[in-house]
Protein backbone atom coordinates (compact mmCIF):
# COMPACT_ATOMS: atom_id res chain seq x y z
CA UNK A 1 0.00 0.00 0.00
CA UNK A 2 1.34 3.23 -0.96
CA UNK A 3 1.93 5.23 2.24
CA UNK A 4 -0.26 8.53 2.61
CA UNK A 5 1.11 12.18 2.36
CA UNK A 6 1.91 13.52 6.17
CA UNK A 7 -0.37 16.17 7.03
CA UNK A 8 2.83 18.54 8.31
CA UNK A 9 6.24 17.22 7.35
CA UNK A 10 8.70 18.85 9.54
CA UNK A 11 12.55 18.62 8.43
CA UNK A 12 15.54 20.08 9.72
CA UNK A 13 13.71 22.97 11.04
CA UNK A 14 15.67 25.83 12.50
CA UNK A 15 14.34 29.17 14.54
CA UNK A 16 16.89 31.36 16.01
CA UNK A 17 16.23 34.58 17.70
CA UNK A 18 18.96 37.55 17.57
CA UNK A 19 18.80 39.45 20.62
CA UNK A 20 20.21 42.53 22.07
CA UNK A 21 23.16 42.00 24.65
CA UNK A 22 22.23 44.99 26.57
CA UNK A 23 23.38 48.91 26.84
CA UNK A 24 26.64 48.36 28.22
CA UNK A 25 27.69 44.93 26.20
CA UNK A 26 28.09 45.60 22.67
CA UNK A 27 26.92 42.26 19.94
CA UNK A 28 24.03 40.55 19.84
CA UNK A 29 23.57 37.16 21.63
CA UNK A 30 21.50 34.61 18.99
CA UNK A 31 18.75 32.35 21.07
CA UNK A 32 18.91 28.86 19.50
CA UNK A 33 14.73 27.94 20.54
CA UNK A 34 14.24 25.43 17.75
CA UNK A 35 17.15 23.53 16.48
CA UNK A 36 17.00 20.89 13.54
CA UNK A 37 13.45 19.68 14.18
CA UNK A 38 12.15 16.33 11.97
CA UNK A 39 8.80 15.25 11.75
CA UNK A 40 5.59 13.92 10.20
CA UNK A 41 2.27 14.00 12.04
CA UNK A 42 -0.43 11.71 10.19
CA UNK A 43 -3.92 12.44 9.43
CA UNK A 44 -5.92 11.48 11.95
CA UNK A 45 -3.22 11.42 14.82
CA UNK A 46 -3.00 13.44 18.28
CA UNK A 47 0.66 14.47 18.55
CA UNK A 48 1.66 15.20 22.10
CA UNK A 49 4.54 17.52 22.25
CA UNK A 50 6.06 18.02 25.88
CA UNK A 51 9.02 19.65 27.37
CA UNK A 52 9.89 21.86 29.58
CA UNK A 53 9.03 25.83 29.98
CA UNK A 54 11.05 27.34 27.57
CA UNK A 55 12.39 24.20 24.95
CA UNK A 56 10.71 25.79 22.30
CA UNK A 57 7.16 24.30 21.98
CA UNK A 58 5.59 27.63 21.53
CA UNK A 59 8.31 29.38 18.98
CA UNK A 60 7.99 25.68 16.35
CA UNK A 61 4.12 25.88 16.65
CA UNK A 62 4.35 29.34 15.53
CA UNK A 63 6.83 28.37 12.65
CA UNK A 64 4.52 26.08 11.63
CA UNK A 65 1.42 28.03 11.50
CA UNK A 66 4.13 30.54 9.06
CA UNK A 67 3.20 33.14 12.26
CA UNK A 68 7.05 33.95 11.96
CA UNK A 69 9.92 32.34 9.57
CA UNK A 70 11.95 29.71 9.99
CA UNK A 71 15.76 30.35 10.16
CA UNK A 72 16.56 27.08 8.32
CA UNK A 73 14.20 24.34 7.41
CA UNK A 74 11.07 23.42 6.06
CA UNK A 75 7.31 23.23 7.03
CA UNK A 76 5.52 21.22 4.53
CA UNK A 77 1.33 21.12 5.43
CA UNK A 78 -0.20 18.91 2.80
CA UNK A 79 2.82 19.26 0.83
CA UNK A 80 2.63 22.40 0.78
CA UNK A 81 5.26 25.19 2.19
CA UNK A 82 3.92 27.98 3.19
CA UNK A 83 6.12 30.68 3.28
CA UNK A 84 6.73 30.37 -0.56
CA UNK A 85 2.98 30.86 -1.31
CA UNK A 86 1.45 34.44 -2.21
CA UNK A 87 -0.25 36.61 0.32
CA UNK A 88 -3.60 34.69 -1.34
CA UNK A 89 -2.91 31.23 -1.28
CA UNK A 90 -1.73 31.65 2.21
CA UNK A 91 -4.86 32.81 3.45
CA UNK A 92 -6.51 29.68 1.74
CA UNK A 93 -4.10 27.41 3.71
CA UNK A 94 -4.62 28.88 6.91
CA UNK A 95 -8.34 27.57 6.91
CA UNK A 96 -7.13 24.51 6.85
CA UNK A 97 -5.48 24.97 10.23
CA UNK A 98 -6.43 26.17 13.12
CA UNK A 99 -4.57 26.99 16.50
CA UNK A 100 -5.60 27.70 20.31
CA UNK A 101 -3.12 29.63 22.13
CA UNK A 102 -2.13 29.18 25.72
CA UNK A 103 -3.24 31.93 27.38
CA UNK A 104 -7.17 31.78 26.82
CA UNK A 105 -7.44 35.63 26.74
CA UNK A 106 -5.13 36.10 24.17
CA UNK A 107 -7.27 34.52 21.50
CA UNK A 108 -10.09 36.96 21.76
CA UNK A 109 -10.27 40.56 21.23
CA UNK A 110 -11.67 42.47 24.44
CA UNK A 111 -13.59 44.76 22.91
CA UNK A 112 -15.58 41.93 20.88
CA UNK A 113 -18.25 39.60 21.62
CA UNK A 114 -18.24 36.47 21.25
CA UNK A 115 -20.25 36.08 18.21
CA UNK A 116 -18.33 38.86 16.45
CA UNK A 117 -15.48 37.18 17.32
CA UNK A 118 -16.27 33.50 16.37
CA UNK A 119 -17.89 35.31 13.23
CA UNK A 120 -14.66 37.38 12.51
CA UNK A 121 -12.18 34.85 10.54
CA UNK A 122 -15.40 33.21 8.41
CA UNK A 123 -16.54 36.52 7.45
CA UNK A 124 -12.62 37.47 6.51
CA UNK A 125 -13.12 34.15 4.60
CA UNK A 126 -15.41 35.58 2.42
CA UNK A 127 -18.83 33.88 3.90
CA UNK A 128 -22.32 35.81 4.51
CA UNK A 129 -22.98 37.08 7.92
CA UNK A 130 -25.82 35.47 8.33
CA UNK A 131 -24.44 32.02 7.14
CA UNK A 132 -21.41 32.64 9.47
CA UNK A 133 -23.95 33.66 11.98
CA UNK A 134 -25.40 30.59 11.99
CA UNK A 135 -22.47 28.53 12.56
CA UNK A 136 -21.35 30.41 15.13
CA UNK A 137 -24.60 29.37 16.90
CA UNK A 138 -23.88 25.71 15.93
CA UNK A 139 -20.30 25.68 17.03
CA UNK A 140 -20.94 27.09 20.37
CA UNK A 141 -23.13 24.40 20.80
CA UNK A 142 -20.45 21.74 19.88
CA UNK A 143 -18.49 22.70 22.39
CA UNK A 144 -21.37 22.84 24.50
CA UNK A 145 -22.34 26.26 25.59
CA UNK A 146 -25.09 28.34 25.79
CA UNK A 147 -26.19 30.15 23.01
CA UNK A 148 -27.13 33.37 25.51
CA UNK A 149 -22.79 33.77 25.50
CA UNK A 150 -22.83 34.70 22.33
CA UNK A 151 -23.44 37.89 23.39
CA UNK A 152 -20.99 38.14 26.34
CA UNK A 153 -17.53 39.68 26.03
CA UNK A 154 -14.45 38.20 27.42
CA UNK A 155 -13.57 39.70 30.28
CA UNK A 156 -17.58 37.82 31.56
CA UNK A 157 -16.28 34.81 30.81
CA UNK A 158 -14.48 32.58 33.12
CA UNK A 159 -11.22 30.47 31.70
CA UNK A 160 -12.50 27.59 31.09
CA UNK A 161 -15.62 29.24 29.11
CA UNK A 162 -12.89 31.18 27.15
CA UNK A 163 -10.85 28.12 26.09
CA UNK A 164 -13.78 26.57 24.98
CA UNK A 165 -15.03 29.43 22.64
CA UNK A 166 -11.53 29.72 21.52
CA UNK A 167 -11.49 25.85 20.19
CA UNK A 168 -15.37 26.79 19.11
CA UNK A 169 -14.02 29.20 16.96
CA UNK A 170 -10.88 27.66 15.40
CA UNK A 171 -13.28 24.79 14.49
CA UNK A 172 -15.58 27.21 12.59
CA UNK A 173 -13.55 27.22 9.81
CA UNK A 174 -13.48 23.55 9.18
CA UNK A 175 -9.90 22.97 9.74
CA UNK A 176 -8.15 19.85 9.15
CA UNK A 177 -5.58 20.52 11.67
CA UNK A 178 -5.56 22.05 15.04
CA UNK A 179 -2.52 22.88 17.24
CA UNK A 180 -3.31 23.40 20.23
CA UNK A 181 -0.56 25.03 22.61
CA UNK A 182 -1.76 24.17 26.35
CA UNK A 183 -4.92 23.99 25.70
CA UNK A 184 -6.55 23.12 29.19
CA UNK A 185 -3.48 23.89 31.47
CA UNK A 186 -5.79 27.18 33.03
CA UNK A 187 -8.34 24.89 33.79
CA UNK A 188 -9.40 22.62 36.86
CA UNK A 189 -9.33 19.33 36.31
CA UNK A 190 -13.27 18.52 35.74
CA UNK A 191 -13.63 21.07 33.31
CA UNK A 192 -10.29 19.89 31.40
CA UNK A 193 -11.75 16.37 31.20
CA UNK A 194 -14.68 17.98 29.84
CA UNK A 195 -12.49 19.61 26.89
CA UNK A 196 -10.49 17.05 26.34
CA UNK A 197 -13.58 14.56 26.03
CA UNK A 198 -14.90 17.40 23.60
CA UNK A 199 -11.67 17.40 21.46
CA UNK A 200 -11.49 13.74 21.20
CA UNK A 201 -15.11 13.43 19.84
CA UNK A 202 -14.74 16.29 17.33
CA UNK A 203 -11.37 14.41 16.60
CA UNK A 204 -13.07 11.42 15.96
CA UNK A 205 -16.41 13.12 13.97
CA UNK A 206 -14.37 15.03 11.53
CA UNK A 207 -10.74 13.07 11.15
CA UNK A 208 -9.12 16.14 12.81
CA UNK A 209 -5.03 15.87 13.48
CA UNK A 210 -3.89 17.50 16.59
CA UNK A 211 -0.95 18.59 17.73
CA UNK A 212 -0.95 19.18 21.23
CA UNK A 213 1.22 21.18 23.61
CA UNK A 214 1.37 20.57 27.14
CA UNK A 215 3.46 20.24 30.12
CA UNK A 216 0.80 17.72 31.94
CA UNK A 217 1.74 13.97 30.89
CA UNK A 218 -1.46 13.08 32.06
CA UNK A 219 -3.26 14.75 29.24
CA UNK A 220 -1.05 13.34 26.76
CA UNK A 221 -1.11 9.45 28.17
CA UNK A 222 -5.03 10.04 27.81
CA UNK A 223 -5.19 12.20 24.57
CA UNK A 224 -2.50 11.68 22.20
CA UNK A 225 -1.17 8.83 19.58
CA UNK A 226 2.37 9.84 19.78
CA UNK A 227 4.40 11.84 21.77
CA UNK A 228 7.48 14.55 20.95
CA UNK A 229 9.76 14.87 23.50
CA UNK A 230 11.99 18.29 23.20
CA UNK A 231 15.00 19.51 24.76
CA UNK A 232 16.52 22.81 24.32
CA UNK A 233 14.54 23.48 20.96
CA UNK A 234 15.71 19.79 19.89
CA UNK A 235 13.42 16.60 19.64
CA UNK A 236 14.85 14.15 22.10
CA UNK A 237 12.51 10.82 21.64
CA UNK A 238 9.19 10.54 19.67
CA UNK A 239 6.91 7.23 19.74
CA UNK A 240 3.72 5.71 20.15
CA UNK A 241 1.90 7.08 23.78
CA UNK A 242 2.20 3.26 25.41
CA UNK A 243 5.74 3.07 24.53
CA UNK A 244 7.13 6.46 25.68
CA UNK A 245 5.00 6.57 28.67
CA UNK A 246 5.67 2.96 30.15
CA UNK A 247 9.12 3.02 28.97
CA UNK A 248 10.75 5.63 27.95
CA UNK A 249 14.59 5.32 26.68
CA UNK A 250 16.00 8.89 26.54
CA UNK A 251 17.39 9.58 29.97
CA UNK A 252 15.22 12.96 29.85
CA UNK A 253 12.32 11.37 28.50
CA UNK A 254 12.68 9.25 32.11
CA UNK A 255 13.11 12.47 34.08
CA UNK A 256 10.37 13.75 32.80
CA UNK A 257 7.78 10.91 33.33
CA UNK A 258 8.72 10.13 36.60
CA UNK A 259 8.75 13.88 37.57
CA UNK A 260 4.75 13.67 36.82
CA UNK A 261 2.35 12.31 39.36
CA UNK A 262 0.40 9.56 37.61
CA UNK A 263 -3.09 8.67 38.37
CA UNK A 264 -3.24 5.27 36.74
CA UNK A 265 -2.49 3.21 40.13
CA UNK A 266 -0.86 0.38 38.20
CA UNK A 267 2.12 2.43 37.17
CA UNK A 268 2.56 3.77 40.97
CA UNK A 269 6.15 2.73 42.51
CA UNK A 270 8.08 3.56 39.76
CA UNK A 271 12.06 4.15 40.37
CA UNK A 272 12.50 8.06 40.36
CA UNK A 273 14.59 9.12 37.63
CA UNK A 274 15.87 12.54 38.72
CA UNK A 275 17.08 15.01 37.19
CA UNK A 276 20.11 17.04 38.24
CA UNK A 277 21.26 20.88 37.57
CA UNK A 278 19.18 23.47 35.87
CA UNK A 279 17.04 23.45 32.29
CA UNK A 280 20.12 24.27 30.42
CA UNK A 281 20.83 27.81 28.17
CA UNK A 282 19.58 28.19 24.28
CA UNK A 283 22.23 30.29 24.09
CA UNK A 284 25.09 28.28 25.07
CA UNK A 285 25.10 24.94 24.16
CA UNK A 286 27.29 22.42 25.76
CA UNK A 287 29.54 20.17 23.32
CA UNK A 288 28.15 16.75 22.51
CA UNK A 289 24.51 15.73 23.28
CA UNK A 290 22.93 19.18 24.91
CA UNK A 291 21.23 17.51 27.47
CA UNK A 292 24.85 15.47 29.49
CA UNK A 293 25.40 17.93 32.00
CA UNK A 294 22.11 16.82 34.01
CA UNK A 295 22.01 13.42 32.72
CA UNK A 296 23.32 10.64 35.28
CA UNK A 297 23.96 8.32 32.55
CA UNK A 298 26.54 10.66 30.95
CA UNK A 299 29.78 8.99 29.57
CA UNK A 300 32.65 10.22 27.71
CA UNK A 301 31.11 10.19 24.09
CA UNK A 302 28.16 11.97 25.54
CA UNK A 303 30.09 14.80 26.27
CA UNK A 304 32.11 15.22 22.56
CA UNK A 305 29.86 14.08 19.97
CA UNK A 306 26.47 15.62 19.25
CA UNK A 307 23.98 12.16 19.18
CA UNK A 308 21.42 12.37 15.78
CA UNK A 309 18.13 11.19 15.94
CA UNK A 310 18.22 7.11 15.50
CA UNK A 311 15.62 4.52 15.55
CA UNK A 312 15.50 2.31 17.92
CA UNK A 313 12.22 0.43 17.89
CA UNK A 314 9.16 0.15 15.55
CA UNK A 315 7.93 4.31 15.11
CA UNK A 316 10.54 4.62 18.08
CA UNK A 317 13.16 7.64 17.56
CA UNK A 318 15.68 8.84 19.88
CA UNK A 319 19.04 11.31 20.17
CA UNK A 320 20.84 9.31 22.26
CA UNK A 321 24.30 7.65 22.32
CA UNK A 322 23.69 5.56 25.02
CA UNK A 323 20.11 4.54 23.96
CA UNK A 324 21.83 3.19 20.55
CA UNK A 325 23.96 0.77 22.26
CA UNK A 326 21.06 -0.91 24.22
N1 LIG B 1 10.32 36.73 19.72
C1 LIG B 1 11.29 36.23 20.46
N2 LIG B 1 12.47 36.87 20.59
C2 LIG B 1 13.48 36.37 21.33
N3 LIG B 1 13.41 35.19 21.99
C3 LIG B 1 12.26 34.50 21.91
C4 LIG B 1 11.14 34.97 21.14
N4 LIG B 1 10.14 34.06 21.24
C5 LIG B 1 10.61 33.07 22.02
N5 LIG B 1 11.89 33.33 22.42
C6 LIG B 1 12.73 32.47 23.26
O1 LIG B 1 12.71 31.17 22.73
C7 LIG B 1 12.75 30.20 23.78
C8 LIG B 1 11.63 29.23 23.62
O2 LIG B 1 10.40 29.87 23.92
P1 LIG B 1 8.99 29.17 23.74
O3 LIG B 1 7.95 30.18 24.07
O4 LIG B 1 8.94 28.54 22.41
O5 LIG B 1 9.04 28.05 24.87
P2 LIG B 1 7.92 27.02 25.34
O6 LIG B 1 8.52 25.67 25.23
O7 LIG B 1 6.65 27.29 24.62
O8 LIG B 1 7.78 27.40 26.88
P3 LIG B 1 6.46 27.36 27.82
O9 LIG B 1 6.26 25.91 28.16
O10 LIG B 1 6.88 28.16 29.01
O11 LIG B 1 5.33 27.95 27.07
C9 LIG B 1 12.72 31.01 25.09
O12 LIG B 1 14.04 31.10 25.57
C10 LIG B 1 12.19 32.35 24.68
O13 LIG B 1 12.69 33.36 25.49
MG1 LIG C 1 4.77 27.92 25.21
Known amino acids: MEKMQPVIQIEHLSKHFSIDNGFFTKGKKTVKA ?28 RVILNLTSATEGTVLINGVDMSKCSAAEKKELRKNIAVVFQDPLSNLNPR ?52 RIAIARALA ?11 TSALDISVQAQ ?39 QLVEYGETKIMCSNPSHPYSKALMAASPILDPTMRGREKEIMKG ?15 PRCRYAEEICMQERPEMERIGENHWARCHLCMQK
Open 34 to 61: VNDFTLNLEKGKILGLVGESGSGKTTLA
Open 112 to 163: ETVMSSIMRPMVLHGMKRALAREKAREVLESVKMDAHYLNSYPHQLSGGQLQ
Open 195 to 233: ILNLLLDLQEQHQLTYMIITHDLNVIRYISDQVAVMYLG
Open 173 to 183: MNPQIMILDEP
Open 278 to 292: DPGSLIHFPSGCSFH
